[in-house]
């Protein structure tokens, strides 16, 4: 086969474009590639289909739709035959192309930039556009009635009724029986103005004045000459051919309508200054409130300044979240990637990913040093901030208000990062990423554990978005192996998350949390310790409830089994019972009794003492429970390096952990040391050596 250039095949495609009725092509591969039939609840297996290779993605599909419109479109049916080879010749092109994209005599700079930015996946939930248009814009809502003739929540409306509308046509066409190969599909992607009047309820007039601005018409886009150009059509997804309106991709109506109203509002020369300061502020304001609702208004602070003895301003942290002795800072950019960065422009790439990347996080990192130091925080009046407790971990959230492609890839590229003592790395995302962790890791527990475990994974983890390295922690618990340098995880782990946010969102019929981290266990002693802990702001708790939430499945039923029967006699008896473990690197040991708090607190004490130098560990965590309720009742955390003590010596006499039990085969036993590579008996994965080896 002769390689070709990229310009040849994008020619090559140009043309093909330009057949008689190349617009029901567009409808056809739209259809095949986007649409999910499913009978009941979705589930995964009906749409895995969306992650298979072979699959056309929006991209390849816009590049049809915006060379379509560079020509004369022509609706007239071709017949099955020619509309059968065109699209198998579209499909062929479209594969060319990808291919060309490495072709040797390419000078486009960063090639390797230039296709994953192209063939990127989606970043976010076509409803999350719409969603956050309105907060993104509310601010701007008397512009938009004043100049445009509508509101915010009108246009939003409009593209809601849109996807909805689009949704139910193409459902009724495929229930028709008449085939794929038929002049009837165009007609499902065919929207009318009083269609949508009636459903939003808005008047024709502003229907009409809507439609238009997201509308292209042929012969138009005449400066889309290579994949990376501007191309009107993502700008503008709605087709205008003699006076029939054609909406093929609702999920680019609905970027559109994220992004294209700045535009807009940047147009007009007085107001420029307060949509940009509007653009800023929306990024903030969601984090904070995001932030809100699992930290509480105590723990999370907004426009935070950092100063010193004289009140001059050191920084500043766009969002703070203060947790025991955790800060996260956030800093917010809105930046998008521009067009010479799309072509693989490497000083262009390296240009915007140091506006909306590296800034924020040399900012973040800037502040989190700071308040190590000892610089003082005070709010926008310069009022004294005082925290809780003294810190000792800041995380750094750089976070984007616009979908930024490819971000991961450039993550490992290009970002710098500075090494600092109780600094983690930088945890990059977007305001889309925020809204979906927030929507299922509602508490401080359970958020922080994920941001500290994505922080110290960052370089082991590599996907081609986020949400699938979150999938995969609801699944089974984000963990990498310290002899594994770095995994790569396929998109369709992402399928029960997927599932999960259309029925959370849009009321499909499915399962709304993925089987995982916060569906299994539910009844056993380890949720009730995580119940007891998670909005806990403390130091001992978060450090009990990142070790918890840090095992696996196996090690969960294990402990679960040996608690109920630690309680359990407790509960019966009357008496003291304990038992204890291993986990990682950390001990735990739990007493359940009703002694005395002073006295029983004294005996756990010294019990963990014990414990934690037989074991030679760093730290060691004990709580005493109570036999009813499971309700940690106060604790003790020992953290120190074992040195050898006469003392303890005369104490104890160490031997190999004892009184730990673990299912075998269904039945609770003693343990029995592994070997060396063997794996670990605390749950972990490791080999033993690698973990509670003494």
Same mark, same amino acid.
């Given at each position: 086969m002769i390689k070709q250039s990229e310009a040849?095949?994008?020619?090559?495609?140009?043309?093909?474009?330009?057949?008689?009725?190349?617009?029901?092509?567009?409808?056809?591969?739209?259809?095949?590639?986007?649409?999910?039939?499913?009978?009941?609840?979705?589930?995964?297996?009906?749409?895995?289909?969306?992650?298979?290779?072979?699959?056309?993605?929006?991209?390849?599909?816009?590049?049809?739709?915006?060379?379509?419109?560079?020509?004369?479109?022509?609706?007239?049916?071709?017949?099955?035959?020619?509309?059968?080879?065109?699209?198998?010749?579209? /499909? =062929?092109?479209?594969?060319?192309?990808?291919? +060309?994209? !490495?072709?040797?005599? $390419?000078?486009?700079?960063?090639?390797?930039?230039?296709?994953?930015?192209?063939?990127?996946?989606?970043?976010?939930?076509?409803?999350?556009?719409?969603?956050?248009?309105?907060?993104?814009?509310?601010?701007?809502?008397?512009?938009?009635?004043?100049?445009?003739?509508?509101?915010?929540?009108?246009?939003?409306?409009?593209?809601?009724?849109?996807?909805?509308?689009?949704?139910e046509q193409v459902i009724d066409f495929l229930n028709s029986g008449l085939g794929l190969y038929c002049e009837e599909l165009l007609k499902a992607y065919e929207i009318s103005?009083?269609?949508?009047?009636?459903?939003?309820?808005?008047?024709?007039?502003?229907?009409?004045?809507?439609?238009?601005?997201?509308?292209?018409?042929? /012969? =138009?886009?005449?400066?889309?000459?290579?994949? +990376?150009? !501007?191309?009107?059509? $993502?700008?503008?997804?709605?087709?205008?051919?003699?006076?029939?309106?054609?909406?093929?991709?609702?999920?680019?109506?609905?970027?559109?309508?994220?992004?294209?109203?700045?535009?807009?509002?940047n147009g007009d020369k007085k107001y420029r200054p307060q949509s940009a300061a509007h653009r800023g502020q929306f990024v903030e304001d969601y984090v904070y409130h995001k932030m809100l609702g699992i930290f509480g208004d105590k723990n999370v602070f907004k426009n935070v300044f950092l100063v010193n003895k004289r009140n001059e301003t050191l920084g500043e942290i766009d969002v703070l979240v203060s947790f025991s002795d955790s800060v996260i800072i956030y800093q917010a950019k809105s930046k998008k990637l521009t067009i010479e960065a799309r072509k693989g422009n490497s000083s262009a790439i390296e240009k915007d990913f140091q506006g909306a990347v590296q800034d924020a996080y040399d900012q973040g990192l800037s502040c989190a040093q700071l308040i190590t130091s000892g610089a003082e925080l005070a709010d926008q009046n310069f009022k004294r901030i005082k925290l809780k407790s003294p810190i000792s971990k800041s995380y750094i959230i750089p976070i984007i208000s616009e979908n930024y492609p490819a971000l991961n890839f450039q993550i490992l590229q290009y970002l710098k990062i500075t090494k600092a003592d109780n600094i983690f790395p930088p945890f990059i995302m977007d305001v889309f990423l925020l809204d979906v962790l927030t929507e299922f890791l509602r508490t401080p527990l359970y958020f922080l554990s994920y941001i500290d475990r994505r922080s110290v994974y960052s370089n082991k983890v590599f996907s081609s978005h986020e949400l699938t390295v979150f999938s995969l922690h609801l699944k089974q618990n984000l963990w990498v192996d310290d002899e594994c340098d770095m995994f790569m995880l396929h998109d369709d782990i992402c399928a029960e998350l997927d599932i999960a946010m259309l029925v959370r969102r849009k009321g499909i019929t499915g399962k709304d949390t993925p089987d995982g981290i916060l569906t299994m266990h539910q009844d056993g002693f380890i949720n009730k310790l995580i119940k007891s802990l998670e909005t806990e702001n403390h130091k001992l708790a978060v450090d009990l409830g990142f070790l918890i939430l840090s095992?696996?499945?196996?090690?969960?039923?294990?402990?679960?089994?040996?608690?109920?029967?630690?309680?359990?006699?407790?509960?019966?008896?009357?008496?003291?019972?304990?038992?204890?473990?291993?986990?990682?690197?950390?001990?735990?040991?739990?007493?359940?009794?009703?002694?005395?708090?002073?006295?029983?607190?004294?005996?756990?004490?010294?019990?963990?003492?014990?414990?934690?130098?037989?074991?030679?560990?760093?730290?060691?965590?004990?709580?005493?429970?109570?036999?009813?309720?499971?309700?940690?009742?106060?604790?003790?955390?020992?953290?120190?390096?074992?040195?050898?003590?006469?003392?303890?010596?005369?104490?104890?006499?160490?031997?190999?952990?004892?009184?730990?039990?673990?299912?075998?085969?269904?039945?609770?036993?003693?343990?029995?040391?592994?070997?060396?590579?063997?794996?670990c008996f605390c749950g972990s994965g490791k080999k033993f050596k690698k973990c509670c080896l003494c």
């Open positions: 040849e095949v994008f020619y090559e495609l140009e043309s093909l474009c330009t057949y008689c009725g190349f617009i029901h092509v567009l409808a056809f591969l739209t259809c095949v590639n986007n649409v999910t039939l499913y009978d009941g609840e979705l589930s995964p297996k009906e749409i895995e289909y969306l992650y298979s290779k072979g699959r056309l993605i929006r991209t390849e599909i816009s590049t049809i739709a915006g060379l379509l419109l560079k020509g004369n479109v022509d609706t007239t049916y071709p017949g099955e035959l020619e509309l059968s080879r065109l699209v198998k010749d579209a /499909n =062929s092109s479209l594969t060319k192309l990808h291919n +060309s994209m !490495f072709y040797k005599n $390419n000078e486009s700079g960063n090639v390797v930039i230039k296709e994953s930015v192209f063939y990127s996946a989606e970043s976010a939930y076509d409803f999350q556009y719409l969603d956050m248009a309105s907060e993104k814009y509310n601010l701007d809502d008397a512009w938009f009635r004043e100049y445009m003739g509508f509101s915010c929540g009108d246009l939003i409306s409009f593209g809601r009724c849109i996807d909805s509308l689009i949704g103005i009083e269609k949508i009047s009636n459903k939003t309820e808005l008047d024709e007039q502003k229907v009409k004045k809507i439609i238009t601005l997201f509308s292209s018409e042929d /012969n =138009s886009n005449k400066n889309f000459m290579e994949v +990376s150009d !501007f191309n009107e059509f $993502n700008a503008r997804p709605i087709f205008l051919k003699d006076g029939r309106y054609y909406c093929f991709t609702p999920y680019s109506l609905s970027q559109s309508i994220y992004e294209t109203p700045f535009f807009w509002m095992l696996s499945s196996e090690a969960i039923e294990n402990i679960n089994q040996i608690a109920k029967q630690t309680v359990s006699l407790s509960s019966l008896d009357k008496k003291h019972h304990d038992f204890s473990t291993v986990i990682g690197d950390i001990g735990l040991t739990v007493h359940s009794n009703y002694y005395d708090k002073n006295y029983a607190e004294r005996q756990l004490h010294t019990h963990c003492e014990k414990r934690k130098y037989i074991t030679k560990l760093k730290k060691w965590i004990g709580i005493h429970i109570s036999p009813e309720t499971y309700r940690v009742n106060y604790g003790v955390m020992l953290d120190f390096d074992w040195a050898y003590s006469d003392e303890m010596e005369r104490s104890i006499k160490p031997t190999n952990i004892k009184n730990t039990r673990i299912n075998v085969g269904g039945v609770m036993t003693s343990i029995k040391k592994p070997s060396r590579n063997e794996k």
